[in-house]
């Protein structure tokens, strides 16, 4: 059971990648993404074009470092995964949700495109990768550690714990510190009163879409690494997301944060009983329980 | 190919469009006369199937019990299948629409859409249920002793279009009535609908397991004309995605607009199949994906540029009023 709660926890914080980003987007731009499941594919799959594609191409050696299962190239595509991503999240706003947003469509249309949006990304994932399973490095799982109460660990994913950890803090202190994480927490709490405080609210669009773009790559990039690549990944990320998401109450990024590692704790937990491809439904059914019995989440107010 | 070949082809074009045109007429009522954003249609789909084929097939015995595992077989005829499959499909709605009408729009589209993955699940890993991915076969088609099996498709066609007319003929009634007149005005204000006494999550309600009653029947004209149902049928982009195009496409709040997006979509879905001819060899396979990201790209296209649809909505709500 402890083994299977520090599962809980690795899965969780890649679920709190996702749900941080949806939760800034459903927040600040107000609409719920249903594509924000494939930009999580969309990070994992440019990472693997870069690890087994150009990388190796201009020469970046193969090696891995110690007991982790990567190496160099790992290192390089991670942040130009995420920059990538949160490129296309803003591209897909212009191109768009911008337009939608401008001829005054509401939110359902927006949620609608981006169930559009969502197929769109699997698409294209498919016709480059097709649909079989994809690994970042090919050969057998490195051997667990053992700590204490007979948890096994993989050395992997106690770096995935502490890029998520790094990236949170980054986010926290962007939030709290900067003039624009401070425009950006202004316009979640109120839209009308940040654009007559003269916030430019379509910079701040754009600014959410990076982020919530970045680490939802950040996040695909980790599941890969801790699991396999698969162009459903992301989809069967996205009913987790949202259950974290509303848990944490909408735009919430800390609720969003303890959203995600409630779920992922119960979804590996649940592995103990049921079997383990009704991650999605035991998601499901906590996401159920909240809207019966808090819909605004465990930070909403009443 | 020559002509026979050629109509027994438009006839099961014509079927299969009918059915989904079916589903687009559920997915109107609650999206286009109410605007219930349900994106799990792929789960009433499913459930819909699977409720007739246990409803009109006898449970296996001697020794095919061995090889398909189903939790009962009622042997009933295909017009209890129909609604059977309509009343459990209404019921799922209601205990859907229980936590989640009262809350924005996009509860229900998440609830929906988690309801369609679980149950999808559900048939696919419990064997004691439905023979899990195996899925359930040798469902019976009505008249099939009338003519030679090689024209029933004929007669399926007539009753696919008779069942479509009829629900057809049931909304615009409905739609028409002051209950359809309340489903509207929820759709465009439902703070002033709430004002004037009507009772909101009653009427959300109302339409929300109506409309999916429809895709109940919808699932089991499905069930009854392939036969043979397994759980990889009702993904979310052939149960889902689909009919939203074509709802989109033919103009939300029409039902005449459902049924022609229905088959409008299905034409171009069919037609790209052409498409497969002209790719290199080694993306034959990934064919689909591509037809697919065409429909994805035309959805967004629609939803920019007509939103509307091809009919847009029929603004009369009353016979008396011009």
Known sequence: MAELIVYGIVLGSIIALG????????????????????????????????????LSWIGVPDNTFGPISFGWRMVIAFPISMAVVAVVAILLDRIIYQKLRTKGSGPVM????????????????????????????????????ELPWGIKIRPDQILILFVVLFLVVLLHLFLKRTKMGKAMRATADNMQLALISGIDTE?????????????????????????????????????????????????????????????????????????????IAVAFVIMILILLIRPQGIFGKE | ???????????????????????????????????????????????????????????????????????????????????????ICGIIAFLIGFPTLKLGEDYLAIATLGIAETFRLIFN??????????????????FDGLVDAKYYNYIYLIIVVI???????????????????????????????????????????QSLVFGAMVMGIGGALYAHYTKSIS???????????????????????????AILGAYAIWAIWIGTTFLTDFLPYTLKARAPY?????????????????????????????????
Not at chain 2, 125 to 142: D, I, K, S, V
Request: with cysteine; charged share 10%; aromatic share 12%.
């Open chain 1, 19 to 54: 749900a941080i980003g949806l939760s800034l987007v459903y927040g600040i731009i107000r609409f719920a993404n249903f594509a924000h499941g494939d930009l999580m594919s969309a990070g994992a799959y440019v990472a693997l074009f870069m690890v087994t594609g150009v």
């Open chain 1, 110 to 145: 927006l949620a609608m495109s981006s169930l559009g949006t969502s197929f769109i990304i699997r698409m294209v994932i498919l016709i480059i990768w097709g649909s079989d399973y994809r690994f970042y490095r090919p050969g057998l799982m490195r051997p667990a550690l």
């Open chain 1, 203 to 279: 910079r701040i669009i754009l600014w959410t879409w990076g982020i919530g773009g970045a680490l939802a790559a950040a996040g695909g990039i980790l599941y890969g690494i801790d699991v396999q690549l698969h162009a459903r990944m992301g989809w069967n990320f996205l009913i987790p997301l949202f259950a974290a998401t509303i848990l944490g109450s909408i735009g919430n990024i800390y609720g969003a944060l303890i959203g995600g590692l409630t779920i992922g704790i119960a979804q590996q937990v649940s592995t103990a009983f049921l079997l383990p491809t009704y991650k």
């Open chain 2, 1 to 87: 190919m020559e002509l026979g070949g050629i109509i027994a082809y438009l006839v099961s074009f014509a079927i299969m469009a009918g059915i989904y045109a079916v589903f687009c007429l559920g997915l109107n009522i609650q999206w286009g006369y109410t605007g219930l954003f349900n994106i799990g249609i792929a789960g009433f789909f499913c459930i819909g199937a699977y409720a007739t084929a246990m409803i009109t097939t006898p449970k296996p015995t001697g020794i095919y019990a061995h090889y398909v595992k189903q939790l009962f077989g009622l042997n009933l005829p295909f017009i209890t299948g129909l609604l059977g499959a309509a009343i």
């Open chain 2, 125 to 142: 890993n419990e064997y004691w249920l439905a023979n899990g991915p195996r899925g359930l076969m040798g469902l019976p088609q009505p």
């Open chain 2, 163 to 205: 069942i479509m007319v009829v629900i057809y003929l049931l909304i615009e009634r409905a739609i028409r009535s002051p209950w359809g007149r309340v489903l509207r005005a929820v759709r465009e204000d439902e703070v002033s609908a709430g004002m004037s006494g009507k009772n909101i999550f009653s009427f959300k309600m």
């Open chain 2, 231 to 257: 759980p990889a049928v009702f993904t979310p982009l052939y149960g889902t995605f689909i009919i939203w195009v074509m709802l989109m496409a033919g103009g939300s709040g029409n039902n005449k607009g």
């Open chain 2, 290 to 322: 591509i037809r697919f990201l065409l429909i994805g790209i035309l959805l967004e296209i629609i939803l920019i540029y007509r939103p509307q649809g091809i009919f847009g909505e029929e603004k009369k709500v009353s016979k008396l009023i011009d």
